[in-house]
């Protein structure tokens, strides 16, 4: 979920080179819309986003908004505030992780694995 389309166009890329099937989202009120007629293994979300920012739309699946499976599902946030405040509100909303702007690829894929495993291990 990212506003800026040449970020979302370096993140598919970047995943769907991996292996992996993408579906891209605008903003936080179109992801919700997506989780409500898909399920995802993970969803990337960037904090700062017109519509829905990323915080609010993170605290509205967790709330079961989207349904009860989508609410389960690992969130990535995609930030480019790194300072600790910031962290703690991320976390606060119900994101499994973080990753700061500009994205490093190995620094995105062990936050997705992080993110993934630990919701399994719940």
Do not use: C
């Not at 990337?44 to 499976?69: F, Y």
């Not at 509100?89 to 490093?104: F, L």
């Not at 190995?106 to 495993?117: D, M, N, Y």
């Amino acid at each position: 979920v990212e506003d800026n389309r040449i970020s979302q166009i370096f993140l598919s890329d970047l995943l769907s080179g991996a292996g992996h099937k993408v579906q891209s989202a605008a903003n936080g009120q179109e992801a919700l819309d997506h989780l409500r007629g898909e399920e995802f293994d993970v969803v990337l979300m960037d904090i700062q986003m017109p519509v829905m920012d990323g915080v609010e739309a993170t605290k509205r699946i967790r709330a079961g908004e989207v349904g009860e499976a989508a609410s389960k599902t690992p969130i990535v946030a995609l930030t480019a505030y790194a300072m600790a405040e910031d962290k703690e509100r991320i976390i606060a909303a119900g994101m499994d992780g973080y990753v700061t702007k500009p994205v490093d690829k190995g620094q995105l894929f062990e936050a997705i694995i992080r993110a993934v495993h630990h919701k399994d291990s719940q």
